[in-house]
């Protein structure tokens, strides 16, 4: 009896250890992850984190299993797109290498570690197609099963978002937690490395864990408000982030405006909407740290004077300090190449005649980074980037669409974000063909996949924070799914009307 019941407890492990299930644990890591690469970084003073080598076992692991598994054509198709993959990240690496010069922030190793960073965009959106996606020749109790990996994934993401703010309260309450703006100790990130990656984080991930407050099991709805509510409290007051306070504003907004038009939810229109209103009023009357960061940055701009005119200045210190040298010819030799230096003066001479404040560094980094295209001059460098660690480092671009399309090139723009960008194209056409049998949860993933372009576009820090690319991924899986469903669901009505 003993061994028979040690037998039924190992099948029923064993049966629990699934891809998809695999897959679900990798997301509830990740903040997990992110808490182990902060500690670890400051408790050794290095750049180098222990996630980076432990992060990616979990998504190769299922992706060499979908391989091995699969058919002789989707084989080959795995084959040539990750052999397009080496082939670009060679030609790239080959291109940048002689384009580092003095003042660069990284080297041949950062640059290589981001091009691995990146091209992991597409092993995890592999990975969780392939694993999630119900294919045609799926027995009944694949589909069955493939169905509740699609559930556990979007609990998945609740849980992450659960262990995310326990983690950051934790922080605040033990007094540890970093802020979010260390310069002038405003908002508070916890034990995570970034809080502009983090806001993005959450803020896409309500997009998911919204659909979770429908659930039919009470104690999982529960769960799932208490985390969204603490969840908005923490983006509107304590985060500090504009994609914070905005962020959960617009996804809270969605939810209440989809579940009326589809779902004719009044409950949720009177709920949601008290919500929406009792956050607006007590932003503004209590205040909130992201408001407290605004009003630091205009005084901030306002006061950075260069000292020897006594103007106000529309580029960083560092920045004139080289501009400076660049005009007095007292630059040293091989700290920036002639493209650089040139796309330096024009920076100056641009933000001036604009008036673009001096801490606007997206704005800054995007006009230094297209003068520098301009007098590069290099159609290769155009096709294949000329680097993102080859310039100074406050001129490292955040905003990854316009970094994708400038420092990885147009082929890197194609490999690296083409395929969101048609995921989101063929999900729009879908939408329209079957805009009357539109749900309120496709229409959430639809919104948290434009949103999660719109960040990577005007804010950064979405695409290159390891844990927001699993989110992005998540997200476009499950709206493709639920696409599928729209699309299965017309089919059998179609044959029930013919039959």
């Given amino acids: 009896m003993e061994n028979a019941g040690k037998k039924s407890k190992f099948s029923k492990i064993k049966s629990g250890f699934t891809t998809q299930n695999i897959l679900c644990l990798f997301v509830i ?8 690469s902060f500690l670890f970084r400051n408790a050794f003073e290095t750049n180098i984190s222990i996630s980076t080598f432990l992060r990616p076992i979990i998504p190769i692991c299922v992706l060499l299993c979908i391989f091995i598994k699969s058919k002789n054509k989707t084989k ?27 003042c660069s922030y990284g080297s041949m190793m950062t640059e290589i570690q981001y091009i ?69 100790s405003t908002g508070y990130k916890g034990w995570i490395e970034s809080g502009n990656s983090l806001s993005a984080i959450l803020c896409l991930s309500t997009f998911v864990a919204f659909g979770q407050v429908k ?8 769960f799932s408000i208490i985390t969204l509510i603490l969840t908005g409290i923490y983006l509107c007051f304590i985060i500090g982030t504009r994609v914070g306070l905005f962020g959960f504003f617009l996804s809270l907004s969605a ?40 009003k630091q940055i205009n005084e901030a701009a306002e006061n950075n004077l260069d000292q020897s005119t006594g103007e106000v200045l529309h580029i960083s210190t560092s920045m004139l300090e080289i501009y400076n040298s660049i005009m007095d010819n007292t630059i040293e030799e091989g700290y920036m190449s002639d493209a650089q230096k040139q796309a330096t003066v024009d920076l100056y001479n641009y933000t001036k005649e ?71 194209v063929y999900a729009i056409v879908q939408v329209i063909k079957h805009i009357k049998n539109l749900n309120s949860e496709l229409m959430m993933y639809l919104s948290g996949c434009a949103l999660s372009l ?29 696409i599928e469903s729209i699309k299965n669901s017309k089919m059998h009505e179609k044959k029930n009307k013919q039959t």
């Avoid at 520098?372 to 660690?389: E, H, R, S």
């Avoid at 960040?455 to 998540?474: R, Y």
């Fill in 354 to 424: 604009h008036n673009i404040a001096s801490n606007d560094n997206r704005m800054q980094q995007l006009i230094y980074n297209l003068f520098l295209v301009k007098y590069q001059k290099n159609p290769v460098t155009i096709i294949f980037g000329n680097g993102y660690n080859t310039n100074f480092r406050e001129m490292r671009m955040e905003n990854e669409i316009p970094c994708f399309a400038l420092n990885f090139g147009i082929i890197g723009f194609v490999l690296f974000i083409g395929a969101f960008l048609a995921i989101i």
């Fill in 454 to 482: 719109i960040l990577a576009t005007v804010s950064g820090f979405v695409f290159f924070a390891s844990s927001c690319m699993v989110v992005i991924v998540v997200t476009n899986v499950l709206m493709l799914e639920n």
């Fill in 215 to 222: 659930s039919k099991n009470i104690k999982w709805r529960i």
């Fill in 29 to 36: 890591l990740c903040p997990i992850f992110d808490i182990a």
């Fill in 255 to 294: 939810f209440i405006f989809y579940e009326v038009i589809f779902s004719k939810n009044k409950k949720v229109l009177i709920a949601g909407g008290t919500i929406f209103i009792v956050g607006i009023l007590a932003v503004g009357l209590l205040g909130s740290k992201t408001l407290q960061r605004r």
């Fill in 76 to 102: 080959l198709k795995l084959f040539l797109i990750g052999l397009t993959y080496i082939i670009y990240a060679i030609c790239h690496l080959l291109i940048v290498r002689p384009l580092f010069t003095g």
């Fill in 116 to 184: 691995c960073n990146f091209t992991f965009i597409m092993v995890d959106l592999i990975a969780y197609y392939y694993t999630f996606k119900i294919q045609k020749d799926d027995t009944a109790q694949q589909i069955e099963q493939k169905r509740l990996g699609i559930e556990n994934l979007k609990k998945s993401i609740v849980i992450m978002l659960a262990v995310y703010i326990c983690s950051i309260l934790l922080a605040i309450i033990t007094h540890t937690s970093s802020y979010t703006y260390g310069e002038t």
